[in-house]
């Protein structure tokens, strides 16, 4: 059975194409293909409250060439999930509408809330070790979804509209860091110790820049000297020294400076990074419902 994934995000959309393989009673979800083309819905929506005709234009577009990979792959089911670009467009719904007219495909706005949920779907606890207090880490484009893993199960969850987009269009509230600011102070005072495990492209990209493979985890001083290192630079010097597409170049750093925030109010020490987020969710989400 092929399965495949589209996550419309505030930066990105993704498309994942998974195999189900069955070994005796157990299944592997093998990834077959993921491609990711940088529409960056949230700069028209965070600063214009709605996607403008390119952008959504390129939508559509991204979209119909999904549909013809789906087909090409022979995909039996799939899934697709726009999060907090789509959330805020006050067009969201006649878009999602002319998508479905255009391409076939139907496109479901979920909350964050479900969001965090779905991304817990990656059965990322039956990896944790269970005398353990986990802080999962999710920044994308327009929000990051916080979920609190205790003796293996989900003890917490919340979504933030603090993303790397809205951080570059001056569109995050002083309110909405307090809120997460108080937050994490609290599941830090009570659970100490916390490990934090990190999600996303952003926090991807810095593991694989540190080019050692024998790391488990990221120290938070290592995420502070990249921000120390990065954040005067200009994009194209970032894109020219770390080798960046310019769409991650920009990005990156109010990126670093969430997580680096997060680590701290949480005060956590280090954080993994799996490489796994909501494609991978969706994915999981998915096989559950049509197995």
């Excluded at 990711?36 to 028209?44: A, H």
């Excluded at 996303?200 to 995420?223: A, D, T, W």
């Excluded at 990156?252 to 956590?268: D, F």
Aim: proline content about 2%; aromatic content about 8%; charged content about 25%.
């Amino acid at each position: 059975m092929i399965l495949a994934a589209i996550d419309i995000g505030s930066n990105a959309a993704r498309l994942l194409i998974s195999e189900v393989v069955k070994h005796d009673k157990e299944i592997e979800l093998n990834k077959l293909n993921l491609i990711r083309i940088p529409l960056r819905l949230g700069f028209d929506v965070f600063e214009k409250g709605y996607i403008g005709f390119r952008k959504k234009k390129m939508l559509i577009n991204t979209i119909d060439a999904f549909s013809v990979l789906m087909k090409v792959y022979e995909v039996d089911h799939y899934i697709a999930c726009a999060t907090s670009a789509m959330r805020d467009a006050s067009n969201s719904k006649d878009i999602i509408k002319e998508i479905k007219l255009e391409t076939g495909i139907k496109v479901e706005v979920i909350s964050g809330d479900l969001e965090a949920e779905i991304i817990y779907e990656n059965h990322i606890a039956e990896l944790l070790d269970a005398t353990k207090s986990y802080l999962y880490i999710d920044v994308g484009g327009g929000s990051t979804e916080v979920t609190l893993f205790h003796k293996s199960a989900v003890a917490f969850q919340k979504s933030f509209n603090i993303g790397t987009v809205r951080l570059l269009t001056n569109k995050v509230e002083d309110a909405t860091w307090e809120d997460l600011k108080q937050t994490l102070k609290e599941i830090g005072r009570t659970y100490p110790k916390l490990v934090a495990i990190g999600s996303g492209g952003n926090i991807n990209k810095i593991y694989s820049m540190i080019n050692s493979k024998n790391i488990k985890s990221i120290p938070i001083e290592v995420i502070r000297e990249f921000l120390r290192v990065l954040e005067p630079m200009s994009v194209e010097e970032r894109m020219h020294t770390y080798l960046l597409k310019r769409d991650r170049a920009d990005v990156i750093v109010p990126a670093l400076r969430i997580y680096a925030n997060t680590m701290k109010w949480a005060n956590i020490d280090e954080i993994h990074v799996p490489k796994i987020g909501l494609a991978d969710g969706l994915i999981n989400h998915l096989y559950e419902q049509v197995k």
